[in-house]
């Protein structure tokens, strides 16, 4: 067997193909999760309901809400049988701020989280207005 002549070049070449692989992947499953849940993008007289389409979308999110979004969604990603949607909510006067990060589970028609910055709790009249437009789609 012949050795490869600089052995760390060889293992960051391999490292650096495998994490290409790994990227393909992910978009794969993230266009995948996509087609799943894009019925919950939409506008109400408020509000902006947007599912993230990429992963820096999600990322993003996770950073403006101070909050764990991104390891929630990469368990959705993983688990493609997973049954909820990540739906992220905007004032519509200000579209590119974080309002709130919604987990929706579409099989029993519920909130499984609905938080605002930093997991702060969301006042009962707005997760009622944000669930029932939701909850239509």
């Known amino acids: 067997i012949e050795m490869p002549s600089n052995l760390l070049d060889f293992c960051l070449r391999i490292s650096q193909r495998y994490q290409e692989i790994e990227d393909v992947s992910a978009i794969m499953q993230m266009q995948r999760y996509y087609e799943r849940n894009k019925q919950y993008n939409f506008e109400d007289e408020k ?44 004032d519509k006067e200000n579209p590119n701020q974080s309002l709130y990060t919604v987990e929706y589970d579409k099989e029993f028609h519920r909130f499984t989280q609905c938080y605002g910055y930093r997991n702060s709790q969301v006042d009962k009249d707005i997760v009622n207005h944000l669930f029932n437009q939701i909850n239509q789609r």
């Not at 599912?51 to 959705?76: F, G």
Request: proline share 2%; with cysteine.
């Open 47 to 90: 509000y902006i309901y947007i599912v993230p389409s990429t992963t820096q979308q999600v990322k993003d999110e996770a950073e403006m809400q101070s909050n764990c979004v991104y390891s929630i969604y990469y368990r959705h990603m993983l688990r493609e049988t997973y049954n909820s949607a990540i739906i992220f909510v905007r």
